[in-house]
Every structure is written in C-alpha cells, then in structure tokens.
C-alpha cells in the first residue's frame, strides 16, 4: 500500500513564503510524475505544478516565476517552495505521484491535502 502525506501548510501574510512536502512511501518501485494541485473553496481543483523523475517542470500560469517545485528521488518526497504569496492562494493543496509499486504497475495517488491559508 502506497501513502502520500503532506506537510508545511499553514496560515501566512501576504508576500510571505511557505515550502510544502510530501512524502510517499510504501512498497514503491519507481515513481514518475510527482506533481501540486490545489482546491479552493467553492473551486474545482487545479494543477499548480509537476516535475518528472528526470527533473522537467511544469507550471501553471498564475504560480510561474512565484513557486518551484523539487524533489528528491532517494526520498520519494516533492516539494513547492511557495513565494510571494497571495490571498487568491488560499487552497488546500495535494499532492499526486504517479507511482509504480512491487505489486502493480503505474497507478496515480492522492494525498489528503494540507491547508494554506494567505491573509491579506
């Protein structure tokens, strides 16, 4: 069984900085894409970012040149390093890997979310 848990959401000004984690573990082989979404109230969730085990990103448009993404692949963790933050930010933000475990083949996990709250 696979598990992604998230952590270093929180509550934080506008133009302040926050770094989300997550990690995954189980009986894990490989892991592909490892990407952030996020949901916000009354809002479909919505790709913010992904990176490839190769390290190519993706963003959307309205984090780029704001949030990075990383990983580290020894670890089976992503991170979004999250600057200059906004109120319109505000979400609860998951995680997804695309993961290949010892028992079957690629298969897309969900974490359970970690809240980020930007007060203006």
């Known amino acids: 069984q696979v598990q992604l848990v998230e952590s270093g959401g929180g509550l934080v000004q506008a133009g302040g900085s926050l770094r989300l984690s997550c990690a995954a573990s189980?009986?894990?082989?490989?892991?592909?894409?490892m990407g952030w979404y996020r949901q916000a109230p009354g809002k479909q969730r919505e790709l913010v970012a992904t990176i490839t085990s190769g390290g190519s990103r993706n963003y959307a448009d309205f984090v780029k040149g704001r949030f990075t993404i990383s990983r580290d692949n020894a670890k089976n963790t992503v991170y979004l390093q999250m600057n200059s933050l906004k109120p319109e930010d505000t979400a609860v933000y998951y995680c997804?890997?695309?993961?290949?475990?010892?028992?079957?083949?690629?298969?897309?996990?969900w974490g359970k979310g970690t809240l980020v709250t930007v007060s203006s």
């Open positions: 189980g009986s894990i082989f490989s892991i592909n894409v």
């Open positions: 997804n890997a695309d993961i290949h475990t010892k028992i079957s083949s690629y298969m897309i996990y």
